[in-house]
């Protein structure tokens, strides 16, 4: 599956964003301003400026709706939900050229929030998805301890886990004492 650069930043963006939510024992990754501004540089969000409250709530209300996007049962469901969320963004479609990346396109407004930024350009990147008939690789990890989102862009849609180092790691190793403890008994 071909996917562009910006597109593909943009899928890490809200793969990011969805596992900022508090699940189990993790507590929530966005719970005050400095982890929105922290999020907003490491994902280089142009054009962030001075964040509030109002923010903080409107990007985890967008975060709310990614999660449900990758909680979509089929593709009308999933298109449905990203349909309203660039909606409501404002979507301004626009070439750019900064930072040092080649020509791309933004799909939010010059002076938009920081939550509609998030809401169109990653909006846009899981349409391009569902558009392309690969809504079934949007998935979260299959380690009964981990429920991390991802997109599975492996060819043949085999990923399982978040990290192959982590928890794919820790369960094969897990499976393999298993076995070797049978074998001993």
Known sequence: ??????????????????????????????????????????????????????????????????????????AR?????????????????????????????????PDASIADHLAADCGMALAFIVVAGEQDRLRRCEAPDCRDAFVDLSRNRSRRYCSSRTCGNRLHVAAYRARRRQAAR
């Open 1 to 74: 599956m071909l996917i562009p650069h910006d597109t593909r930043i943009a899928l890490e963006t809200v793969v990011d964003l969805v596992n900022t939510a508090p699940e189990g024992e993790s507590g929530d990754g966005l719970a005050e301003l400095t982890a929105l501004y922290a999020f907003a540089e490491r994902h280089h969000i142009s054009g962030v400026g001075t964040l509030g409250d109002k923010d903080l709530r409107a990007v985890r209300d967008v975060r709310d709706r990614f999660a449900e996007i990758f909680a979509a049962p089929d």
């Open 77 to 109: 469901t999933a298109a449905d939900l990203v349909n309203s969320l660039v909606a409501a963004a404002g979507t301004t479609p626009q070439l750019t050229d900064h930072d040092g990346y080649d020509w791309h396109v933004h799909y939010f407004a």
